[in-house]
């Protein structure tokens, strides 16, 4: 069945320190793939996706590629700020899904402190 | 003009009762979800509705049952509400295979 992965957190980081989230799927085919991002007590807002292999999603200076051949789709920024602590979730949809139902991995808590 | 909102924010509630959870959008989608996320920020889909219609039921108790009464609205309702069913439960909403958009969440404790 599909699968998504995460690294497992918290993660503490400094400000203005590079960040990286971990995150490797399975699933069958090209699936589509998804950073989502939890601030404290509030819904999910996507960060950013990603259709097919190669590509590169972007958004609030945060990337993520689509890596086929490695089955990853990494989250990084280059310096995080206080207000990027939050939790991520990185998420597939199955190319089989007609409907868009999304496989969440269990989630990354950044903490990011001054 | 909020997108996607759900009523009650917070439910407290005991062991044995029935409550109800509210879903509204107002950005025109047809696609409609209910997700529980645990203690430990799990998220796993409960139901999705298209255009009223049930298309995904994952492996839910019975006494969980959505409603749809038109495409901009979707409701859940508990039955014999149990201590493992606190959690928070977020609905949302897209376009078929679009973008979903979140509601805030309803955190709900049974004591």
């Known amino acids: 069945g599909n699968s998504v992965t995460q690294m497992e957190g918290p993660v503490t980081l400094s400000e203005e320190a590079f960040l990286t989230i971990n995150c490797t799927y399975t699933?069958?085919?090209?699936?589509?793939l998804f950073w989502y991002v939890q601030y404290p007590g509030e819904g999910l807002q996507l960060l950013l996706k990603?259709?097919?292999?190669?590509d590169k999603g972007s958004n609030k200076g945060f990337e993520a590629t689509y890596r086929k051949e490695t089955t990853s789709f990494h989250l990084e920024k280059g310096s995080v700020q206080v207000s990027d602590s939050a939790v991520y979730f990185c998420?597939?949809?199955?190319?089989?899904?007609?409907?868009?139902?999304?496989?969440f991995g269990a989630g990354t808590q950044v903490v990011v402190t001054p | 003009d909020t997108a996607v909102s759900q009523t009650p924010k917070y439910l407290v509630t005991q062991m044995g009762n029935d409550k109800s959870i509210k879903c509204e959008q107002n950005l025109g989608h047809d696609t409609m979800y209910w997700y529980k996320q645990d203690s430990k920020k799990f998220l796993k889909i409960m139901f999705s509705y298209n255009n009223k219609e049930l298309i995904i039921n994952e492996t839910v108790p019975n006494r969980f049952s959505p409603k749809s009464p038109d495409k901009a609205h979707l409701n859940l309702h508990i039955n014999s509400l149990e201590l493992g069913d606190s959690a928070v439960y977020f609905c949302a909403s897209s376009l078929p295979r679009g973008e979903q958009y979140f509601g805030p969440g309803t955190r709900l404790t049974v004591t």
């Open positions: 699933a069958t085919g090209y699936p589509s």
């Open positions: 998420a597939l949809s199955p190319i089989t899904d007609s409907w868009g139902k999304l496989q």
């Open positions: 990603a259709t097919k292999a190669d």
